[in-house]
């Protein structure tokens, strides 16, 4: 079903750590982008509420988002044209991205978080039964491949997945529905917890803007 959709965007300039100017717009319209042919059950133990399933790459211009399946791969270039085609019709129907390339996961259980790592030339797609599998960034792209280069057991379900934004681009902060804080190297696998949930229940988790901090 076509919803109308309100995106704000901001457009800055930055000189050194300092903001320099910001110009805050509008961007207004009602035409929707399908990305998938299924739908999500709106059962909360098929899909979690606390589910996130998409990622885009600033940098190389992907975008990667969830599907019932697996996932959906495409280029944000790509989907804006689609988008201008569908509002030039004066449709209110959705649009479906056609190009796009659909990645059959479901050998590896249900989805539910999707990320980038800093540098974007990885993706990182977690399980229900608390497993990240790491793509390459580019063989996902450019050739929809579902094979992970490698895949690491977390060994619980996760409730939370922040990719570490810039200092280290391996590194994963992880924090699981029991309450655990977990640190994970998405290059050698290790996965170590820095708050166990018997000491403190953890429910959310983020890194400053540098990834130096939690």
């Given at each position: 079903m076509a919803s109308e959709a309100v995106m704000e965007i901001e457009q800055y300039t930055e000189k050194g750590?300092?903001?320099?100017?910001?110009?805050?717009?509008?961007?207004?319209?009602?035409?929707?982008?399908r990305i998938s042919d299924e739908r999500f059950s709106l059962?909360?133990?098929?899909t979690p509420a606390y589910s996130k399933l998409l990622a885009i790459s600033n940098v190389y211009g992907y975008v990667i988002a969830g599907t019932p399946k697996g996932l959906s791969v495409f280029m944000a270039k790509d989907a804006r044209e689609e988008l201008a085609k569908g509002k030039s019709t004066g449709t209110n129907t959705a649009v479906m991205m056609s190009a796009r390339k659909e990645v059959d996961l479901r050998p590896h259980g249900r989805i539910t978080h999707v990320g980038i790592s800093a540098d974007e030339l990885s993706v990182l797609v977690v399980t229900v039964s608390g497993r990240i599998l790491v793509f390459a960034a580019a063989s996902l792209v450019s050739q929809g491949s579902s094979t992970p280069t490698k895949t690491i057991e977390v060994g619980q379900e996760i409730?939370?997945?922040?990719?570490?934004?810039?200092?280290?681009?391996?590194?994963?902060?992880?924090?699981?529905?029991?309450?655990?804080?977990?640190?994970?190297?998405?290059?050698?696998?290790?996965?170590?917890?820095?708050?166990?949930?018997?000491?403190?229940?953890?429910l959310a988790v983020c890194w400053s803007p540098k990834g130096k901090q939690l």
């Open positions: 750590d300092q903001l320099v100017d910001l110009v805050h717009s509008q961007v207004k319209d009602n035409t929707c982008l059962d909360r133990r098929n409730r939370d997945l922040r990719p570490n934004p810039k200092d280290l681009p391996t590194a994963a902060a992880v924090v699981t529905v029991a309450g655990d804080l977990k640190i994970v190297d998405t290059a050698s696998g290790a996965v170590n917890t820095i708050v166990p949930s018997s000491t403190s229940r953890v």
